[in-house]
């Protein structure tokens, strides 16, 4: 069975410009979560999408925007790339309020210069 | 807002030794887990504790809930160089809230 695929592996991106990132949960998951990795740090909650709709979003700026498609992929859209946004963008599939835990994807390397 | 607390932040091990790494967590969680994340790599899933007393083993870790006490810890057993990578406890309450993790390195 596929894991959770992620696209691009790596991306480097102008200070200013904007980024799609992309996920394809497990098959049968209809749980999509986004995670933020900064260098050395514990990952951070962006988004959750369930049934394509937005279960909850964390503490980023409106900046960053999500959708999940009828597939349950989903896209994270991150506009006006700033230097601080350079970060490992992680991928999370589920199935709701799992017993089971999330299965992340290898994860989006971006390099904001 | 659940908050979760990890320590130690950095464990160097010898090879053969025991340790426990500790988690603190702030408020309610429906559930706890741990992952295992090598450098450059994304997270693996290790443990999913669902109610108080759960007690979870595979191979040379361990992993204890204790709800009312709020507290979870990682127990090593006579530690092998392939154990070491960071270990994140991770707290849930429909969204996954993680701590700083523990970076573990096994010493021949």
């Known amino acids: 069975d596929a894991g959770v695929t992620q696209s691009p592996t790596h991306l480097i991106k102008t200070r200013g410009q904007h980024v799609t990132l992309r996920c394809s949960p497990i098959s049968g998951h209809k749980s999509v979560s986004w995670y933020q990795q900064v260098l050395g740090q514990g990952p951070q909650f962006i988004f959750q999408?369930?049934?394509?709709?937005?279960?909850g979003r964390g503490n980023f700026p409106d900046r960053f925007s999500a959708r999940q498609f009828p597939n349950y992929s989903s896209e994270l859209n991150v506009n006006a790339l700033l230097l601080g946004d350079s970060a490992l963008y992680l991928c999370a599939s589920s199935l709701l309020d799992s017993d089971y835990g999330y299965t992340f994807g290898s994860g989006t390397r971006l390099t904001v210069v | 807002e659940l908050k979760v607390e990890q320590n130690p932040l950095f464990l160097s091990m010898q090879e053969g030794k025991n340790y426990t790494i500790y988690c603190n967590y702030s408020?309610?969680?429906?559930?706890l887990y741990w992952y295992r994340q090598d450098p450059g790599k994304s997270l693996e899933s290790l443990f999913v504790l669902l109610s108080n007393g759960a007690v979870k083993q595979e191979g040379r870790l361990m992993a204890s809930l204790d709800t009312k006490a709020r507290l979870s810890t990682l127990h090593i057993t006579a530690a092998v160089h392939d154990l070491s990578a960071t270990y994140f406890c991770?707290?849930?309450?429909?969204?996954?809230?993680f701590g700083k993790g523990t970076l573990l390195t096994v010493n021949p």
């Open positions: 408020t309610t969680s429906d559930r």
């Open positions: 999408y369930y049934e394509k709709e937005e279960r």
């Open positions: 991770v707290g849930s309450n429909y969204k996954l809230t």
